[in-house]
């Protein structure tokens, strides 16, 4: 009884380990936390310029700011940029950027946390950056942060664990990340927010995103994602993750799902949409402002299909028509023999006028028909002579006109 018991406690320990294992990543990805990560604060202690006396015209903006940012946080593409005062050095410019696949909600519970603590946890500092884990960012300065791309403070955050295979590794995220890069700084949708997801190795698969400040043009978006991919080699080679955060932009990856993977994503292969005809090259390569051999040949075979279907439909139409049109005419044919064979029918009366009641005056050699036996005729027996009693009659016709049948002389 102690051996099965302790069998059963083994096995309940192994199946409570393998599903902590495996749920472990979702549970930590569904759990969007609002925890502080790390601040960017500024020694306050080097530079007058860069620190507010309590009660000061910039603290009276700060706290201004930071009231138009949590009330402003429920922005739907998770971003807001605002301006108090109009006399330098105490204007109070502002910004904070959420996660692009945060909901409305999530964003705004994390920007009223941030918006509570960061001046707590960096008093009297005219410029702080802080970040709240799973990303929300507040900034502000004393001097204007609008679309201007900042990397000049960066934060690499690592997972302690490393991957078998480095260099497959690598090969597939140096290809996650191009991706992001390129789709991030090209979204226009609000957010210059991407992710991708692949699969280096049989059931290894690999998340990453990237995203910008929205107010970045598509260039300076591009080229902060790219410095911060260019980091991951030489910090994070082998590493199953890892962060790199600049103040304008951050990418990240992880061998497990950390994000809404239903926003963000790539987009599905986009419809066949032809370019314009031109008439200067009809005949060039693609590249050169022409159309490429695919796309001629996913037009012409349609249209051949059409045109051969179409010609199968007129066969097939006109040979429908010839056949009923022969039909009709047939039909018209045989209505015709009837009606014939019909007008060359006489009745009795008229075949009786016709021979004057087939009367014997109408002999042969007279001009006549000789005698006529209406009944019948008389046959003839073996000796040659006339057999009354073997006399047979032929069946009348349809008109009931009698036939005479003579023998040979």
């Given amino acids: 009884m102690d051996n099965l ?155 302690p664990q490393n991957v078998t295979n480095a260099t497959l590794f690598t090969e597939n995220l140096g290809k996650v990340m191009d991706d992001i890069s390129t789709r991030a700084s090209s979204d226009h949708s609000g957010k210059k927010f991407a992710s991708a997801e692949s699969t280096y190795s049989p059931l290894q698969p690999m998340y990453g995103l990237g995203q910008c400040t929205p107010d970045l043009s598509d260039s300076d978006c591009y080229n902060c994602l790219r410095r911060a991919i260019a980091i991951i080699p030489g910090c994070c080679n082998g590493s199953l993750g890892a962060r790199v955060l600049f103040p304008s932009c951050y990418v990240h990856y992880e061998t497990y799902p950390f994000y809404n993977d239903s926003v963000g994503a790539a987009p599905p292969p986009p419809s066949l949409v032809l370019p314009p005809p031109t008439t200067n090259n009809p005949s060039s390569s693609p590249g050169n402002g022409g159309i490429s051999s695919q796309v001629i040949i996913a037009i012409v075979i349609p249209i051949g299909v059409a045109i051969m279907l179409f010609i199968a439909g007129f066969c097939f139409l006109t040979r429908r028509a010839k056949k009923k049109k022969y039909n009709s005419r047939r039909e018209d044919t045989v209505e015709d023999d009837v009606s014939t064979l019909e007008s060359l029918q006489y009745d009795l009366g008229t075949i009786e006028a016709a021979t004057n009641n087939f009367s014997d005056a109408n002999k042969i050699g007279e001009g006549g028909f000789g005698s006529v036996f209406k009944p019948g005729f008389v046959g003839r027996s073996k000796t040659g002579s006339i057999d009354q009693s073997t006399s047979k009659s032929l069946p009348s016709s349809v008109n009931e006109a009698s036939i005479t049948e003579l023998d040979p002389r």
Avoid at 8 to 31: D, G, H, M, N
Avoid at 110 to 136: F, L, M, N, Q, T
């Fill in 5 to 159: 018991r302790h069998k059963i406690s083994r096995k309940a320990v192994f199946v409570y380990t393998i599903c902590l294992l495996i749920l472990s990543p979702i549970i930590e990805a569904q759990q969007i936390g609002h925890n502080f990560l790390f601040m960017d604060c500024p020694n306050t202690t080097l530079t007058n310029t860069s620190t507010y006396a309590p009660n000061s015209t910039y603290q009276t903006n700060l706290n201004t700011l930071l009231s138009v940012l949590s009330a402003n946080s429920n922005n739907s593409n998770g971003f807001y940029n605002f301006t108090v005062g109009s006399s330098p050095p105490d204007v109070a410019y502002g910004l904070f950027l959420c996660r692009g696949d945060f909901s409305t909600a999530d964003c705004q519970d994390c920007v009223v946390s941030a918006s509570k603590g960061v001046v707590e946890r960096c008093p009297g500092s005219k410029r702080v950056s802080i970040w709240y884990d799973w990303y929300c960012m507040i900034r502000y300065s004393n001097e204007s942060i609008f679309s201007t791309l900042d990397v000049g403070f960066r934060r690499i955050l690592l997972n």
